[in-house]
Nanobody, 126 residues
Framework: EVQLQASGGGLVQGRGSLRLSCAASGFTLDDYDIGWFRQAPGKEREGVSSINIRYGSTYYADSVKDRFTISSDNVKNTVYLQMNSLKPEDTAVYYC???????????????????WGQGTQVTVSS
């Protein structure tokens, strides 16, 4: 059974950092695209960053490029999202999700993902 568990959220001051973790079980990371998505109150869910581990490809939304870094640890079967220079507008519930690797559809489109973890709240104060 494919399972994802997100953790690492919290309250941080602006310009601070957090590292989110997405622990995967029931599948091998190489066989899936793993994405991070977020949803702020009253807003649509949006893609933040995704990784195709098989080919080492990473993708970022323009709003987080150069501030966030996605990475993976295949031994721990975990994907990380290092978030630096956080801004109040980064405040949201963050989710990790997985879809089988090889899809030709947008890797940052949340509706293309099949499996979801529970969210973790990130709050950035000004």
């Amino acid at each position: 059974e494919v399972q994802l568990q997100a953790s690492g959220g919290g309250l941080v001051q602006g310009r601070g950092s957090l590292r989110l973790s997405c622990a995967a079980s029931g599948f091998t990371l190489d066989d899936y695209d793993i994405g991070w998505f977020r949803q702020a109150p009253g807003k649509e869910r949006e893609g933040v960053s995704s990784i195709n581990i098989r080919y080492g490809s990473t993708y970022y939304a323009d709003s987080v490029k150069d501030r966030f870094t996605i990475s993976s640890d295949n031994v721990k079967n975990t994907v990380y999202l290092q978030m630096n220079s956080l801004k109040p507008e980064d405040t949201a519930v963050y989710y990790c999700a997985a879809r089988p690797e090889g899809s030709h559809w947008s890797i940052l489109a949340w509706y293309e993902y099949d499996y979801w973890g529970q969210g973790t709240q990130v709050t950035v104060s000004s």
